[in-house]
């Protein structure tokens, strides 16, 4: 159609809304002119899209907007998009997407695309569906992109003009036959089209049509545009392969102006009184102290009419090349401006306040107190934010804080004094970063908050760390979340669903002593838990006690214990099997046992194995094998056979006589082939001892 712009709008919508009766992402809506080649390349090529990552740490209705022209087949495409929070099932990741399309760039009204991204016919508050009617011919567009406020944007700015004819010969070889591709970089989109904009309107008419552009993306590869803005709010990678244009921190790739930017740019600037533009004033003022380049970057930041949230970052480097250059007036008498701009300023990293505290003290050096002031203030406050920031990480868990303050990346913050709310971690941090055998031991000389337990003893695996824990909760005590910790594994074990392991004894009975804070504990269940196990506890210790009575009647109250705490109270029972002097009891205690013997007597062995002689505890384990009672017997011969590796038995077999070593191989030979695979290599699935 001539003297109109055809329209579309992309979004979630219901099979009776969507143009195709297709529900999903779809067209809500198509003015008459538009083809079926553009509704291709609007889903290729034009469409909002979302960063995969976006909503992990930020608001999704917060996520940059876009805008789009893109050229082929003799059509134009203009396209502006944005997030707009939940789809129609109710998931995140819904955007709208309306594109405006013409044979004819004159139907832009005169206007360059990027001006039209100020047009006041873009409806994407609202997604209408059905047929819709296509654009006038614009007439208009907000002040702020018509032509002469660009112009004064960038004729006012003393860095813009630094850098314009630069920018202008990028977009000439952009709009080139063969385009180098041109990247600008703020947070704004705003920013971006308004650059994009007042550079077409330097350029030809044909120039400007072959001039496509995308913005607000993550990554350039990911587009064909010419120019490309990228915000710094996504986690950019190196540009490569293209020429920047950094509008947040004024600095822009090294190219040679043309004769022909250089003669637009003349032909702009002709005219403009100082008067009109008070910021090359200021740049003048500090061109001799801080150098052309910093002086006109750093008055553009202060007083320029392109905003920029790191105008710090151009104080502080000012500051730095003023007092380098001894330019000490400047400092005692600043620009009210750079007092501003610090003021605003929000530290948030270690980097931002070491940088605020190192400025800080050398402007209080030469007695620059305004300054300092300011910088003491923005300092102190963004120390606070940061400790209060990680302080509630801490406290609420989050693995990134924790692993952070392990790895040492706060240990700076352990001489600050405002930082108290975080030293309790800290000092944690000196258990979590010994090796995981040395902590139980560290936890008995220290005395550490007992909410800084993942830092110092980490997430535990249980039964793996059942006596870090019991050291920890013997010392240092128990709070909600380290007792679900536990009453999870307790659970576990009494569903059946724990491995044997002796240590659960030391870890129940630490829980029964663990000091808490409140006058409740921490879990009605697991107090419940570990009170029911008290008295297993103390039938384990009878037990051990008597292990050398000839008339042991210890043994037998422990078969009550092994249908709700077997694999607890199975390895314990193995051990007293094996050192009871009471033969009747054994046999008695053996039989009725079941398994739970014969896996017990192989945790026990296997304990033993890895703190006693290894030579007696392979003959004990001999001994049992060859005993007459089946279920003990049947546990020792799998320590042997899948718990030692071949090569450690070869070894220690070879230390001993002869009778011994004709027992362990006839046992070796009964154990069957599926196990026995002689002395040079494994005996069965060895486990590391």
Not at 256 to 267: I, K
Not at 364 to 374: C, E, K, M
Not at 662 to 689: I, M, T
Request: proline letters at 6%.
């Amino acid at each position: 159609m001539t003297g109109v712009l055809d329209v579309a709008v992309y979004s979630d919508t219901t099979a009776d809304e969507s143009v195709d009766g297709v529900d999903g992402f779809n067209f809500r809506a198509l003015s008459a002119g538009i083809t079926v080649e553009d509704r291709r390349r609007i889903r290729e090529e034009l469409l909002h899209r979302v960063h995969p990552t976006w909503d992990h740490d930020h608001d999704e209705l917060a996520h940059p907007p876009t805008c789009a022209y893109s050229r082929h087949g003799g059509r134009h495409y203009l396209a502006r998009g944005h997030s707009t929070g939940l789809t129609l099932s109710g998931r995140s990741g819904n955007v709208v997407t309306q594109v405006v399309v013409t044979d004819d760039i004159v139907d832009f009204g005169g206007y360059r695309p990027a001006q039209l991204y100020a047009a006041s016919a873009w409806t994407l508050a609202a997604t209408p569906s059905g047929e819709l009617e296509p654009w006038p011919v614009p007439s208009a567009v907000r002040p702020d992109f018509e032509a002469e406020a660009l112009r004064v944007m960038l004729s006012h700015d003393p860095w813009a003009v630094r850098v314009l004819p630069r920018y202008l010969t990028m977009l000439e070889a952009a709009a080139s036959d063969v385009p180098r591709r041109v990247v600008l970089i703020h947070r704004d989109l705003d920013v971006v089209m308004r650059w994009i904009a007042a550079g077409s309107l330097l350029l030809d008419d044909e120039s400007t049509a072959r001039l496509t552009f995308r913005a607000l993306v993550d990554d350039p590869s990911r587009t064909d545009a010419a120019v490309v803005g990228l915000s710094p709010e996504f986690e950019l990678e190196p540009v490569v392969g293209a020429r920047v244009v950094d509008l947040e921190r004024r600095t822009v790739s090294d190219v040679q102006p043309s004769d022909s930017s250089l003669a637009r740019v003349a032909a702009l600037l002709d005219g403009a009184s100082a008067a009109e533009r008070p910021a090359f004033a200021l740049a003048a003022r500090w061109e001799a102290a801080a150098g052309p380049e910093l002086a006109a970057r750093a008055a553009s930041a202060l007083h320029g009419a392109i905003p920029t949230a790191d105008a710090w970052t151009l104080s502080l480097e000012l500051l730095e090349a003023l007092d380098d250059a001894g330019a000490t007036d400047a400092l005692l008498r600043p620009e009210p401006s750079i007092i501003d701009a610090l003021a605003d300023w929000s530290p948030s990293t270690p980097d931002e306040i070491t940088a605020a505290r190192d400025t800080r003290d050398r402007m209080r050096t030469i007695g620059a107190t305004d300054i300092a002031a300011v910088l003491d203030r923005v300092s102190r406050d963004g120390l606070q934010r940061l400790v209060s920031r990680l302080a509630g990480d801490l406290d609420a868990h989050e693995r990134a804080a924790e692993l952070s303050v392990v790895n040492g990346s706060w240990d700076w913050l352990a001489d600050e004094p405002d930082a108290a709310a975080v030293h309790p971690w800290l000092a944690a941090a000196a258990v979590g970063r010994l090796p995981r055998e040395q902590r139980a031991d560290a936890l008995a000389h220290v005395r550490l908050r007992t909410r800084t337990w993942p830092i110092a003893i980490g997430r535990p695996i249980l039964p793996r760390d059942n006596l870090l824990v019991a050291a920890w909760l013997r010392h240092e005590g128990l709070d909600v979340r380290l007792a679900a910790v536990v009453r999870n594994a307790v659970v576990a074990l009494r569903n059946g669903q724990g491995s044997s392991d002796p240590s659960y004894d030391e870890l129940l009975d630490a829980v029964l002593h663990a000091p808490y804070w409140g006058s409740d504990f921490p879990d009605e269940e697991l107090a419940e838990l570990a009170m029911d196990y008290a008295a297993v506890h103390e039938r384990i210790e009878a037990a051990r006690a008597r292990v050398q009575d000839r008339a042991n009647p210890a043994l037998k109250p422990l078969l009550g214990d092994l249908a709700d705490w077997g694999p607890a109270v199975a390895p314990h029972l193995g051990a007293c099997l094996i050192d009871a002097v009471d033969a009747r009891a054994v046999e008695y205690v053996a039989g009725e046992a079941g398994s739970w013997a014969g896996e017990g007597v192989r945790t026990a062995l296997r304990s033993r194995f890895a703190t006693d002689g290894k030579s007696d505890v392979l003959l004990r384990a001999v001994k049992v094998a060859d005993s007459p009672h089946p279920s003990m017997a049947t546990g020792a011969l799998e320590f042997l056979t899948e718990d030692v590796k071949s090569t450690t038995l070869t070894r220690i077999r070879g230390e001993w006589e002869r009778p011994e070593r004709d027992r362990l191989d006839a046992l070796l030979r009964s154990a069957g082939p599926e196990r026995r695979r002689g002395r040079g290599g494994r005996f069965g699935k060895a486990k590391g001892a």
